[in-house]
């Protein structure tokens, strides 16, 4: 395909890698990751195709809720480093090549930002109203709004020197700013601008719906997000937002905007990464054809971000209770591996039981759904969750960089770590970035192969979704078309081989080349093809005119 539009909107063929800085690499030896340690890893990153870095929040925080708590916008938490090393860590990360964004954690801050320290102090303080106050006793909130069930009872918490109740969606000490407030919204831009003018490509934006819920002031919440882009291109027209919103498809998509696309450009695709867990439960390709199906396409300048797995909970919200039952007793039966009543705490390769086709199959699919890929750090190897940390924390552990002390994370002794590794089959002795490089056929470097196949597929990033018939209920079979080329995709979810027909529809005068070399695979009479599919087999191909070039 032509490269010009696919370069200014790069997010669209990005591969995206999320890191939690404190868990990736102790540099200076304290037993916490570090910038400096990140900036190390840049090469391996660059290496295996990463191109967009996805940094969870660095800045300085009292640290009850994973750095997800802020009290200074404008700074880098001390334990990670400094501005400096920041500023290293971008500059490092774009001569590579490499895009970096970071979390942009504006619903709330921490109840230990000077802002909320002021506004405390007195209903006068010129930061009163940059939270959301009510003078009545709340309603109960309904036990489906609660976001951390375990810890609160209620969005409100009185505060006993005012009398006053103050908004949380989250936790008591994560205060919601109030978006009716136009100082608000200023001091918004400023952060946001601030970063941009170092150098970053734009925003993860966290709880993007709890931003707009609940202020009671007719503000419209839409229009918040029509600004922030507006402002955000402005300063640089090719920054991302990509929005964290987990809502049914209907209101999602509401987020890309109603022009063309003047909200936020991408979104995580929540709906059909929960679908896909119960195909896989079910080896079954029926329940994420049926999410692909409901979810609508993408407007042509924004995008779906495709994940399996990201820092929190593995949410199934959007699953029946049948549903998640199901997915419960497969991947979670034991309750300790279960969160909030709907969702695991689990990484996916101990649910598969260490299956590696079937683990392949499910990164097949996340590298070749029409969007763009977001993987979470360790899953390029396989890491397992440690089950012994609490809560959400159990997919946080440091990275299994080889089969030493703390899998090479930090030289420290274990018992100051930052947060324990992983124990026992998934833990470094047995799964580490040193070994999987020697192994030509190990995980590392079946990633490496195949996010360089997706960079060279831009059409996955760019083009018009078409589900195919298979006539098999455990295969999924899609085309995704952009211009000439359409690259067909054919995923098996079950535990059978199977033979099928896969119906291509318009195929005069083109040629299929296989993607993956698994073998050549002639063309049948009238666009069908007939393909032998392994247990969890997939295959990739190429539909395109005979005389046209591309990748080899
Ligand atoms: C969503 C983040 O992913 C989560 O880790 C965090 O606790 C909440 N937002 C609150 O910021």
Redesign the pocket.
């Known amino acids: 395909m032509t490269r010009s539009a696919a370069a200014d909107l790069w997010w669209k063929n990005a591969v995206v890698y999320c890191l939690d800085v404190e868990t990736y690499l102790d540099w200076d030896g304290d037993g916490i990751g570090d910038l400096r340690g990140v900036t190390e890893r840049i090469d391996y990153l660059a290496g295996i195709g990463v191109s967009c870095l996805w940094l969870m929040p660095f800045y300085p925080s009292p640290n009850r809720?994973?750095g997800?708590?802020i009290t200074d916008y404008y700074a880098v938490d001390p334990r990670l480093g400094t501005l400096g090393d920041f500023v290293v860590l971008l500059r490092t990360a774009k001569d590579r090549g490499m895009r970096v964004v970071i979390d942009l954690?504006i619903?709330?801050t921490s109840d230990q930002h000077p802002w909320f320290k002021s506004a405390r102090r007195s209903p006068r303080s010129p930061y009163r109203d940059y939270y959301v106050w009510r003078d009545e006793a709340p309603p109960t909130t309904p036990a489906a709004d609660l976001?951390f069930p375990d810890a609160e009872d209620s969005i409100w918490t009185k505060d006993e020197r005012s009398g006053q109740w103050y908004l949380h969606h989250?936790y008591r000490h994560?205060p919601d700013l109030n978006y009716a407030n136009p100082a608000v919204r200023d001091e918004i831009q400023r952060i946001a601008g601030f970063w941009l003018e170092l150098g970053v490509d734009g925003f993860r934006v966290?709880?993007v719906p709890f931003m707009v819920e609940d202020t009671d002031v007719g503000l419209d919440p839409h229009a918040l997000f029509k600004d922030l882009r507006a402002f955000i291109t402005r300063r640089r027209g090719d920054a991302v937002l990509l929005g964290?919103v987990n809502l049914p498809g209907k209101d999602l998509v509401r987020y890309f905007g109603d022009g063309p696309g003047d909200e936020l450009q991408m979104l995580f695709g929540f709906p059909v990464m929960q679908a896909t867990y119960l195909a896989l439960v079910r080896k079954d390709a029926r329940p994420l054809r049926a999410a692909l199906e409901a979810s609508p396409a993408a407007p042509r300048e924004c995008q779906w971000a495709r994940f399996l797995r990201?820092?929190?909970e593995l949410t199934l919200d959007q699953l029946d209770d049948d549903e998640r039952a199901e997915v419960f007793a497969a991947f979670g039966p034991d309750p300790g591996m279960q969160l909030f009543g709907r969702g695991l705490r689990r990484r996916l390769p101990p649910m598969l039981d260490g299956d590696q086709r079937r683990l392949r199959l499910a990164y097949s699919l996340l590298l070749s759904l029409p969007g763009t890929p977001v993987l979470y750090y360790g899953e390029e190897i396989g890491m397992g969750e440690n089950l012994e940390i609490d809560g959400?924390m159990s997919v946080r552990t440091p990275m299994q960089w080889t089969d030493q002390r703390n899998g090479g994370f930090s030289p420290v002794p274990p018992s100051r770590l930052v947060r324990p590794a992983v124990d026992g089959r998934f833990g470094p002795m047995a799964v580490n970035v040193a070994d999987q490089r020697g192994d030509q056929d190990s995980l590392l470097n079946w990633f490496e192969r195949m996010i360089r196949r997706r960079r060279e597929t831009a059409e996955l990033g760019m083009g018009q979704l078409t589900l195919l018939d298979a006539g098999h209920d455990a295969v999924l079979a899609h085309r995704v078309d952009e211009g000439p080329v359409g690259i067909v995709l054919v995923h098996n979810l079950g535990d059978e081989p199977c033979l099928v027909t896969v119906e291509l529809g318009e195929t005069e005068g083109c040629e299929l080349t296989d993607l993956l070399e698994v073998s050549g695979q002639p063309l049948g009479d009238g666009g069908r093809l007939e393909l032998k599919l392994e247990a969890y087999g997939f295959r990739w191909f190429r539909l395109q005119p005979a005389d046209l070039r591309s990748a080899p």
């Open positions: 809720d994973d997800y708590d954690v619903n709330h976001v989250f994560q966290d709880a964290e990201n820092h929190d959400r």
